[in-house]
């Protein structure tokens, strides 16, 4: 039996703001969910049907070029950003996320899904499997 992702933050991104007061963040971390079994399998259409489950609060950014929504989850009080590209969906630690918010948004896409999830969680570029 394989064991579930800890999920686990060993480092956090910080927030900066330039001189015009835009928000930037220093710090890469993230988890990367790919499915094992990709035949049939629309990650789109699985993210929406999560978030629409609740209990999530979410937005998308419309001009981007990829699928990336800013998610709070209204259980565990958690916000992360979510989004798909390269065949997976992505969970983007901000500084307040804590690991309970990603481990039950996990949680939730597997019991949609009946496909198995391989996580990877990648600081600054550094990738490990979680």
């Known amino acids: ?25 220093e710090g890469t971390v993230l988890f990367r969910l790919e ?3 990709t035949d049939g399998l629309d990650l ?6 999560v978030l629409e489950g609740g209990p999530y609060r979410h937005g998308d950014f419309h001009d981007l ?13 958690d916000v992360f950003r979510v989004s798909i590209r390269d065949g997976a969906l992505q969970l983007h ?3 307040a996320t804590e690991s309970a918010g990603l481990r039950r948004f996990f949680e939730r896409l597997t019991d949609v899904s009946d ?15 979680a």
């Open 93 to 95: 630690v901000l500084p």
């Open 1 to 25: 039996m394989t064991h579930p992702p800890s999920f686990e933050i060993p480092a956090r991104p910080s927030r900066t703001y330039d001189r015009a007061g835009r928000l930037s963040y």
């Open 44 to 49: 789109r259409e699985l993210l929406d049907d």
């Open 115 to 129: 496909r198995e999830l391989h996580v990877e969680r990648w600081i600054d570029g550094a990738g490990d499997s």
């Open 65 to 77: 070029p990829m699928v990336v929504y800013l998610v709070r989850d209204e259980e565990t009080s």
């Open 35 to 37: 499915p094992t079994e």
